[in-house]
């Protein structure tokens, strides 16, 4: 009976010949050589149909087959057929393991199906179950490591790998991802000690100690390690003083000498070694990298014997940043830098082919200094000849202003148009470009020029003068210059491009489309410009054109769209699902939204890969650096905004769910005969339209796949089955707003964006000490955005207007501390304090000037009249004055109904805008 039932997990192995079949199933399988895998199932399976393990593999056999074909991929009734292969695989896994549940190989090819299908909870569940059962088997062991990594339990990770090591503890991977899972759980000291063991097995004149490139990256991957490490001093740096040591042990071995070079600068200026810290500099200006904004300010730490946190600060800016860009410098401090960088024997001395000490350089000058202006001057003499249009851009980097935000005389760069038109450098960059002008206009010569400049000189300097003006929103004036270069010089692209900026910040966004295009024109290979053409046709609401544009540069004419979603082209689907949400098109703007997070969900999938690869390879440090970035993948720009966007689009259908009746079929009852037949055509020719437009682009798409001739076949793509994001709509919007917005906060917890979108979320849900708390975390970041104040308002308003209250505890939290954000004032006191602070203050920005006017009508301080003053005062001559901002502040003054109002302020944004149509 035993022998018609062989099952291992139960003690009754397979004959001799079903084994070696079997084996070979295993081995079909980890070569991907599928089809002879199935073949050997197939042959063990007719005679022992309910072996277990057999049909395991067999199913797991037919999941890698359909994964192997690309998805879903094709016409649809292949992507089924995927799906049905997938479903019968997982039948055939469980079947399987029903019969043997006692078998270590059905628990981890179980584990290994969830695996496939990225559920990764189940695959360790599944791992474990089979660790109970075959308790040092190497191989689950290994793979359940991985996805513990992967998962981030940082714990569960730490045990397998000790597991492991314990089980084979001559083997150097082993050691390493053991050190890697102690580092991980915050124990760099321990981590020491286990590298440490390692050495200790190794005989002298080993490879390990021999000067290579795994030998180097361990011993700077120790190294960080020490640094990392406290130490017994008081001071807490005695790791940094142990890797200072280290280092100079290692040097024999170490094959990346710059990476050294670094890490003994970083750790000579904590110590506050500066003198050896500056031998180091130098020794890394020799090695070339001179361009290396870093080093130069490592450099100026140096020199000016910074503390600690400066000095890591000033390590991890990004960049053209440096000391001198950080924070404010008194004028020794300035002096000492001048000395060393433009003395005789200074760095512009030593070097004076480096543009990037050139430029530092006059970063260090006091802007109100004549040597600063004699050296911008010939800065700029220079970059102009030569036609550089990067000119203005590069020189707005020293818009540097105070940071009001900061007790510490930290510096931020003016960007608003009111600060840069007062910035004394931006004042005096107009006057020296107005010479340069009057000067080649008249003299083809710089003032005080020793000889004849080029012609292009005067085209490149109106090309400055041009970007001056829209650094401080003088659009028309900027316009007048560069409609001056471009009959100069019609086949230059970068005049077209800054016309097409200046436009579109003056309101015209479909001439800026135009404009832009016709400069594409010039050059059909310049996949820049297309991008921003493309960029452009989207927010002047032409998407044909904008996909038209953006197919010149897809491999794939026909799917075009399936091409830039594979390439992960987030601007673009950023872009397009903005222009979708303005259109009223939820359900597809939704699509583009996801699109965007399904690309950073691959890339946090992606790191999968490396756990192994990096810890193989001996690449230590980046595989450190990798997986920070993976923790911090959620808070990056582009994530944040697709986020933010999508929890905003379902909040906006929750309130107003009457914004999606625009798709749904009319209702004929409440027609006339005439309307009802009127209707009933228009609906079958739109509905005629679309079946033909839809079979057009198969058709087209099919022409350029399987076309014959010169025409290259290009690959299936996959098929959108819900393209108007029917699926997405139809699901529950808070609950998806919510999701989203917990993940800013987490991820992005210094936005104060994140917070506004928890706020908004959690009073719809009822949450009020959620609320309350966003609130407070608003304040601690920027306790004068609009967006606080809007919300502190309305936070008021709801607690008087619910019907019923939270529970005792959080009623008595919130009777506490919401008050300490209204400064102990009752809702109308505090918008009179606001109205006070926006008179007195004539710069407030104008998104905030709108939101107290708001609130003005809504708690009912003051009159209509008294709201429309809070903005009109301004002139419009205050921050953050656009299009958009200028919109929103529209809307209010007309939803007041004070047409006189609405009149002025349509004449001021006039003025301010010169190109806005339908305003």
Known sequence: MSSDNPQSGQGRPLPKKEQDLFKNVVKFYESKNYKKGMKNADQILKRFPNHGETLCMKGLILNGMASAKGGAVGNKDKREEEEETKKEAVELVKRGL??????????????????????????????????????????????????????????????????????????????????????????????????????????????????????????????????????????????????????????????????????????????????????????????????????????????????????????????????????????????????????????????????????????????????????????????????????????????????????????????????????????????????????????????????????????????????????????????????????????????????????????????????????????????????????????????????????????????????????????YELELADLLRRKGEFGKSLRKFMAVVKHYEDYHEDQFDFHSYCLRKVTMRAYCDLLRFEDDLWGLPNYCRAAEETAKIYLHIHDNPSALESDAEPDYSKMTPAERKKAKNMARKKKNAAAKGGAKSDAKSNNTNGGSGNVKKSKPHAIDEDPSGKELLALNYLDEAKKYAAILARHAPNSVSSWALQYDVSVRRGKMLMGLQSLFKMKSIDSGSHQLFSRVVDFSQRLESRSSKCHDTSEEIISADFPKLMGGNTLSEFVKSAIERVKCDADTALPMRTAVAKAIVSSGVGSAPDSLSVILDSKLNCRCVNVDSCREALEFIASVGVDSGKGQFQALVATKFPFLKDF
């Open 98 to 571: 029903m019969m043997d549940m006692r078998s270590h190989v059905c628990w981890h090819v179980y584990g290994l199906l969830h695996r496939s299908s990225q559920n990764y909870t189940e695959a360790i569940k599944a791992y474990k179950q089979a660790l109970r059962i075959d308790e040092e088997n190497l191989q689950i062991l290994k793979d359940m490591s991985l996805l513990q990594i992967q998962m981030r339990d940082l714990n569960g990770f730490k045990e397998t790998r000790l597991r492991i090591l314990t089980l084979r503890p001559n083997s150097k991977l082993h050691w390493l991802s053991y050190a890697l899972s102690v580092q991980v759980n915050g124990d760099p000291d321990a981590a020491v000690g286990i590298l440490d063991s390692y050495f200790g097995t190794l005989e002298e004149g080993c490879e390990e100690f021999q000067k290579n490139f795994e030998s180097s990256e361990l011993a700077l991957y120790k190294n960080q390690l020490l640094s990392e490490t406290k130490g017994e001093d008081e001071d807490g740096l005695g790791g940094v003083r142990k890797a200072l040591e280290h280092l100079d042990e290692i040097e024999k071995v170490v094959v990346d000498h710059t990476g050294w070079l670094k890490a003994k600068l970083s750790y000579q200026l904590q110590l506050g070694k500066f003198e050896d810290a500056k031998d180091t500099v130098f020794t890394l200006l020799e090695r070339g990298l001179t361009e290396e904004h870093r080093v130069h300010g490592a450099y100026m730490c140096a020199l000016l014997k910074c503390d600690r946190e400066t000095c890591l600060e000033v390590e991890k800016m990004k960049g053209t940043g440096t000391l001198a860009t950080l924070r404010l410098i008194s004028e020794e401090e300035r002096n000492i830098l001048l000395d060393a960088y433009g003395s005789n024997d200074g760095l512009s001395k030593l070097y004076p082919r480096s543009n990037g000490i050139k430029r530092i350089y006059i970063t260090i000058l006091s802007t109100n200094s004549e040597e600063f202006k004699t050296a911008i001057d010939k800065y700029c003499q220079k970059q102009v000849t030569k036609g550089v249009p990067s000119l203005g851009a590069d020189l707005s980097s020293l818009y540097l202003m105070e940071d009001p935000r900061s007790n510490g005389g930290r510096l931020m760069l003016a960007t608003d148009p009111l600060d840069v038109k007062t910035h004394p450098v931006h004042i005096l960059l107009v006057d020296l470009v107005e010479e340069y002008t009057t000067s080649l206009s008249s003299n083809n010569s710089f003032p005080n020029g020793n000889g004849e400049s080029p012609p292009s000189a005067l085209l490149w300097a109106w090309y400055l003068r041009s970007i001056l003006h829209e650094q401080v929103a003088e659009y028309s004036q900027g316009i007048t210059l560069i409609n001056k270069c471009i009959e100069h010089t019609p086949t230059a692209v970068d005049f077209y491009e800054l016309k097409a900026r200046l436009l579109e910040a003056g309101g015209d966004i479909q001439q800026a489309a135009d404009v832009i295009d016709a400069g594409r024109n010039l050059d059909h290979q310049d996949r820049y410009i297309n991008n921003q053409t493309t960029k452009t046709f989207l927010r002047a609401g032409r998407e044909e054109d904008a996909k038209k544009r953006i197919a010149l540069f897809t491999r794939e004419q026909g799917a075009s769209e399936q091409y830039l979603y594979d390439m992960q082209c987030a601007w």
